[in-house]
């Protein structure tokens, strides 16, 4: 399912306070359940709170997942911050630390058939050349044959949109995808061009107005049109339009790869499991794009997506040493192909994952990227008087007793330009959730299901969420004790791919003597219609007033 697909997901709304007798049991006289209010939700903790996921690796390159919170120093613009949030996850299981009582085990062969890692290969046909194209598509087939496992699912995306292909466990059609692989640059500059001026001499001259950049473009227009003194107003106007041209060219072509990095993260948030994409690319430039960059790092972080990156072009050569090019240009083809890597590792970094470069073993190099982080710190802060202002504000962490080990971790971020929605907040985090296999147990939860088939073609699967209401959290408005819960129920397949949902939301005004009871809970039950067939099964529980989350898998095998 796409991204677009879970917004046009049509979930039933309905009202449900089920008594279970083993939690005890709620009268109608000491419990109410009415609609649900139109009215905002107040959200304390998780408003403006920026996400920094770190990697701490010792000398050999392991991760390592010892250290607390108190090891951690964070300063945003140099000034050190109350790091709020804290969580240590361990790849291919659930974070570290998590609160509540051991969910009951609901692992069968069903649940063993299912997928536990989603790779999507990544190829910046847009940026890349030919060659470089084909050994990283190579590098990768090499790495699905030996490397995938049956509980993994790959894809194969690009940044040109063409030759792709969607999740699957088939290797014969990534194969097919893979050798469909050719460039589809959006400009066609060369070294031909007079002057070649590339993107980031271009931003210099059309954009920064670099007095120095265009006398050099101008001088490499007067060597390549050969033209004498008289006419540098020529060559001034030929350095010019180039300059234009490039901005033009070089900037669609980066906005339109990172709004293919930004969709593929939407698709993989829409899967359950660990995701990691790898983006094999010769690099580019993102003069102007800061704030488009950052989001796609925001995406990646708040859906749990590694995000590790492979330079294509292998072991670096210095373009100076082609001799075919003017001495005035090659300054700036020199620093833009250097320039080029830095985003590869920005987004890498930012995101916990790894940057591959300056090696020409690409297969062993997407071997140690399809992996993620065997430990992956998350830290949040909540900046202090934080201006809406969409400023760039640089992040360091750093251990307080460093002791050989290496931190990788994002570098900066931007302030947003407006107040987080808090209802749109509970939405996402609720929706990023439902698309994970993580399970959170904040809130004591028990998943139960059963199933019956009316026919040989359809079957239905009744879901039951048990919630301790007890460990709740209330608000007490008209000597009632008030809380939202919101329980939200979906089935995926066996590719991940979603299939059906449902969401319902519990309205509880409880009277100050039914909290005391020693017991106390509800059960909420969804009946979903679907084929034969197996499935995962997701539940999450998120309640308003506490803030708190419950997520727990099931299985349903249906012959």
Not at 209 to 215: C, E, T
Not at 286 to 291: D, H, L
Request: aromatic share 6%; glycine share 6%.
């Amino acid at each position: 399912m796409t991204y677009d697909g879970w917004n046009a997901m049509r979930f039933s709304f309905s009202l449900a306070l089920l008594c279970c007798a083993a939690f005890g049991q709620v009268s109608p006289q000491e419990q109410t359940v009415s609609t649900v209010k139109e009215e905002p939700v107040t959200f304390k903790s998780r408003v403006n709170l920026v996400m920094v996921p770190v990697v701490v690796r010792d000398k050999q390159g392991r991760a390592i997942g010892s250290l607390k919170q108190e090891d951690f120093q964070l300063a945003d613009r140099g000034k050190a911050q109350l790091i709020s949030r804290f969580t240590l996850e361990k790849a291919g299981g659930p974070p570290a630390g998590t609160k509540g009582a051991k969910a009951p085990v609901t692992a069968d062969t069903a649940a063993a058939a299912m997928p536990e890692r989603y790779v999507a290969y990544l190829f910046d046909d847009i940026h890349t050349t030919f060659p470089d194209l084909i050994r990283s598509r190579d590098a990768a087939w090499t790495h699905v044959q030996n490397g995938l496992r049956s509980v993994d699912r790959a894809a194969v995306f690009t940044t040109s949109g063409r030759n792709s292909i969607d999740f699957t466990d088939d290797k014969d059609a990534i194969h097919a995808a893979l050798m469909k692989l050719h460039p589809a640059p959006i400009s066609l500059v060369s070294s031909n061009d007079c002057p070649e001026v590339g993107y980031l001499l271009g931003d210099l001259i059309h954009e920064k107005n670099d007095p120095m950049a265009l006398q050099d473009a101008t001088n490499a227009a007067m060597a390549c049109a050969h033209l004498d003194a008289t006419q540098r107003q020529v060559a001034d106007s030929m350095a010019k339009s180039a300059a234009a041209r490039a901005v033009a060219m070089g900037g669609q072509e980066t906005h339109v790869t990172l709004g293919v990095i930004r969709d593929v993260i939407r698709r993989m948030a829409a899967t359950p499991g660990q995701r990691v994409i790898i983006l094999a690319s010769a690099g580019f430039i993102t003069p102007g794009m800061e704030q488009e960059k950052a989001d796609v790092m925001d995406r990646a972080i708040r859906a749990n997506i590694t995000l590790n990156t492979l330079d294509a072009r292998g072991l670096f050569t210095d373009p100076s040493f082609d001799a075919g090019r003017s001495t005035a240009a090659l300054r700036y083809v020199r620093d833009e192909a250097m320039a080029n890597e830095d985003v590869l590792a920005e987004l890498a970094y930012g995101t916990g994952g790894k940057f591959f470069h300056n090696n020409n073993d690409l297969a062993g190099g997407f071997q140690q990227l399809s992996d993620i982080p065997e430990y992956l710190y998350i830290l949040g802060f909540s900046p202090q008087n934080l201006k809406f202002d969409g400023s760039y504000h640089t992040l360091k962490v750093s251990l307080k007793v460093p002791a050989g080990l290496t931190v990788s971790a994002r570098r900066g971020y931007y302030a947003p330009r407006h107040l987080a929605d808090p209802v749109e907040t509970a939405k996402e985090e609720i929706r990023e959730a439902l698309f994970s296999r993580e399970e959170m147990r904040e809130i004591p939860l028990e998943v139960t299901s059963q199933f019956f088939k009316p026919s040989n073609e359809t079957a239905r699967v009744t879901v039951g969420a048990r919630i301790d209401v007890k460990a709740l959290k209330f608000r007490k408005a008209e000597e009632r004790n008030c809380n939202k819960l919101t329980v939200t129920f979906a089935l995926f397949d066996r590719n991940g791919n979603y299939v059906t949902g449902q969401q319902k939301i519990v309205d509880m005004k409880l009277k100050d003597e039914t909290l005391m009871r020693p017991s106390l809970g509800i059960v909420v039950r969804s009946a979903l219609d679907i084929k034969p067939g197996v499935y995962l099964i997701r539940v999450v529980v998120r309640d308003e007033e506490g803030q708190s989350m419950s997520a727990l898998n099931g299985a349903a095998d249906i012959p």
